[in-house]
């Protein structure tokens, strides 16, 4: 099983800037760039929501929320997965979780129910 840890959060104003990380470790495949990661979010009231991921060959994909002001990256050897937000918004406050898992398609990309390892979650909140 893989083990991820996510920090970076925090309180910060319209138009600042975060960045998020996500250290995976435990039973992660030996070959590098072999699994999925991606972010998801989630506020009070609404369904999580994929944020950005990245195929095991490195194609990287956005939500619509983050399309424009999110940069995903990825630290193959430290296995690092790192989410750069910026021109942070009221509407990002959300609980941030890093997600893991083998090969996947990208029309499943951001459906939640097709990832295997989650993150406890980093909280981001955003005030006018």
């Known amino acids: 099983r893989v083990q991820l840890v996510e920090s970076g959060g925090g309180s910060v104003q319209t138009g600042d800037s975060l960045r998020l990380s996500c250290a995976a470790s435990?039973?992660?495949?030996?070959?590098?760039?072999?699994?999925?990661m991606g972010w998801f979010r989630q506020a009070p009231g609404k369904e999580r929501e994929g944020v950005a991921a990245?195929?095991?060959?490195?194609?990287?994909n956005y939500g619509d929320s983050a399309r424009g002001r999110f940069t995903l990256s990825r630290d193959v050897d430290k296995k690092i997965l790192y989410l750069e937000m910026s021109d942070l918004k009221p509407d990002d406050t959300a609980m941030y979780y890093c997600?893991?898992?083998?090969?996947?398609?990208?029309?499943?990309?951001?459906?939640?129910?097709?990832?295997?390892?989650w993150g406890q979650g980093t909280q981001v909140t955003v005030s006018s």
């Open positions: 997600a893991a898992r083998g090969a996947i398609t990208r029309d499943l990309m951001f459906l939640p129910e097709h990832w295997t390892n």
């Open positions: 435990g039973d992660t495949p030996t070959t590098p760039n072999s699994y999925c």
């Open positions: 990245t195929t095991s060959t490195g194609d990287i």
